[in-house]
């Protein structure tokens, strides 16, 4: 089985900064892009940012200059840095991977439970 455990969401002041984590645990055999995706009420959900396993990001739009997305592959782990956050950026983020479990195995998507983070004064 495979795990995709977030931690960091919480409630923060517009302006303020949180970390996420993520990370992945289980029959892991290789992981390629890892992102965050985030909901906001009556929203679809949209990707945050991705990064490959040899360190490429891209970011939403509405992101960019803002949140740092970065991983140790050591620990198959994804992070999250935002900064500079705004009520819009209020969701569930959640994370992504695209792993295989085996040598021989197709990369497939696998999901985290989701982490709150609300900003607001």
């Known amino acids: 089985q495979v795990q995709l455990v977030e931690s960091g969401g919480g409630l923060v002041q517009p302006g303020g900064s949180l970390r996420l984590s993520c990370a992945a645990s289980?029959?892991?055999?290789?992981?390629?892009?890892m992102g965050w995706y985030r909901q906001a009420p009556g929203k679809q959900r949209e990707l945050v940012a991705a990064?490959?396993?040899?360190?490429?990001?891209n970011y939403v739009d509405s992101v960019k200059g803002r949140f740092t997305i970065s991983r140790d592959n050591a620990k198959n782990t994804v992070y999250l840095q935002m900064n500079s956050l705004k009520p819009e950026d209020t969701a569930v983020y959640y994370c992504?991977?695209?792993?295989?479990?085996?040598?021989?195995?197709?990369?497939?998507?696998?999901w985290g439970q989701g982490t709150q983070v609300t900003v607001s004064s």
């Open positions: 990064i490959t396993s040899g360190g490429s990001t």
């Open positions: 992504n991977a695209e792993l295989k479990k085996y040598r021989f195995d197709y990369y497939s998507g696998y």
């Open positions: 289980g029959s892991i055999f290789s992981i390629n892009t």
